[in-house]
């Protein structure tokens, strides 16, 4: 049905464009890898039209209405090619390809002749196997942890950009690339660079047409938080996000289940863990599903809590590690914290005092030397009496004075 939807609108095109230009240009097609694939050719119809298709000027169909088929095509389009023969008289010379591949990929050639006219027809044929998935994860395959951005089975090869936000020098992630084909030709294609913390890595695939641009991210992170204390889980995609899912999911250790959901375009949400969490941002707006989980327990809520935002060829996932501490060990810590200033002011105290007391005692022990030397020194002058009557020293008078 879907190919038949297809080349009916082509023919609508082919037909609207004939008639506006009075010419027949050269029309596009897109073939879906392994899927029917419908090339459009019409014309006016007389009765007696000879219909022939082209690939690359090598003859692969020919029908003569009223005999059927006239020479037998390459063996290597037999049984995949066709007319659909009941419309042919209408006008209606589309040729219908089975399962289409790579080898189906070129140019054709519609041509058709009558007695009363030759009108001839080119279209350009691609094959595309289009991106279905996008995988980002971690490995360690390397020997190191590394972050894998990988897709499968896309024709032809499509281009994948891997890179972090903030931006690191290639350098330090040691990119690389694979592409790698199966025996039907489509790609596998994977690229790796090295992890770092706290950064947020984004990759892009894009198809080889440019029809398709899928856009994935990935974020690790850790939180600390206290008992009974509310706090916020961080989820925030690096683009605005339209009609998105949401999806939280907690594990802890090998068991995991979903915690909560949330679909942007009907607005409706669930919660297995009731008024335990709610969104921070209301409806998610701009593609921010951060968390907050209400009255914390420690056994029970700490843990690994990964929230992924999804939309159209579009996912944003974070993993945040949750630490959850006991309300008495954020007591210690604050009261360890508002008690060393007065411990440290009281053992500045002490040193001053112990040093002022020493600094006393070797005062007083050098002035008391001082003062002996003094009386040692005095000692040692000679003395000298002054007499009355003349006005000079005298050994008796200096005597009386000293005993005095």
């Not at 609508?12 to 027949?24: E, N, Q, R, S």
């Not at 006008?91 to 041509?111: E, F, M, T, V």
């Not at 007591?331 to 040193?351: D, G, Y």
């Amino acid at each position: 049905m879907a190919a038949a939807h297809s080349w009916t609108l082509n023919l609508i095109l082919v037909w609207i464009i004939a008639d506006t230009t009075g010419k027949t240009p050269d029309v596009q097609v897109t073939c879906i890898f392994s899927e029917d694939c419908v090339l459009p050719c019409v014309f006016e119809a007389v009765g007696d039209e000879i219909v022939y298709w082209f690939r690359q000027n090598v003859l692969i169909h020919s029908h003569k209405q009223g005999s059927g088929l006239l020479d037998q095509p390459d063996q290597h389009y037999n049984g995949r090619m066709s007319l659909f023969t009941e419309v042919i008289s209408s006008g209606n010379a589309s040729l219908h390809i089975q399962k289409s591949g790579p080898q189906d990929r070129g140019k054709y050639r519609c041509l058709v002749t009558s007695s009363r006219e030759t009108s001839e027809h080119f279209i350009i044929v691609k094959v595309e196997a289009p991106i279905c998935s996008v995988s980002l994860e971690t490995t360690r395959l390397s020997g190191f942890e590394e972050v894998k951005c990988s897709t499968r089975d896309v024709y032809p090869a499509p281009r994948v950009t891997l890179f972090t936000e903030p931006a690191v020098l290639p350098d330090a992630l040691k990119t690389f690339t694979r592409k790698t084909s199966d025996k039907q030709g489509r790609y596998s294609v994977e690229s790796k660079i090295r992890k770092l913390e706290d950064l947020t890595y984004i990759c892009l695939v894009q198809s080889f047409y440019r029809s398709q641009t899928w856009k994935t991210s990935l974020q690790e992170k850790e939180i600390f938080s206290v008992e009974s204390q509310d706090f916020n889980i961080p989820c925030k995609a690096p683009w605005k996000l339209q009609n998105f899912t949401l999806t939280w999911s907690f594990t802890k250790g090998h068991k995991s289940s979903t915690i909560y959901t949330y679909d942007s375009l009907t607005q409706l949400s669930s919660s297995v863990w009731k008024e335990k969490v709610r969104l921070v941002t209301p409806r998610g707006q701009g593609g921010d599903g951060s968390l907050q989980l209400r009255n914390p327990l420690r056994l029970e809520h700490t843990g690994t809590y990964t929230c992924i935002l999804s939309a159209l060829q579009t996912k944003h996932e974070v993993r945040t590690r949750v630490n959850i501490i006991p309300m008495t060990a954020k007591r210690l810590s604050e009261s360890s914290t508002q008690w060393w200033i007065p411990a440290a002011v009281i053992t500045v105290l002490a040193i001053t005092t112990v040093a002022a007391i020493i600094g006393a005692i070797k005062c007083k022990v050098g002035c008391s030397k001082s003062n002996q030397t003094h009386v040692e020194a005095a000692e040692m002058q000679p003395i000298r009496v002054t007499d009355a009557n003349s006005g000079a020293p005298s050994e008796d008078t200096c005597l009386t004075e000293e005993i005095a």
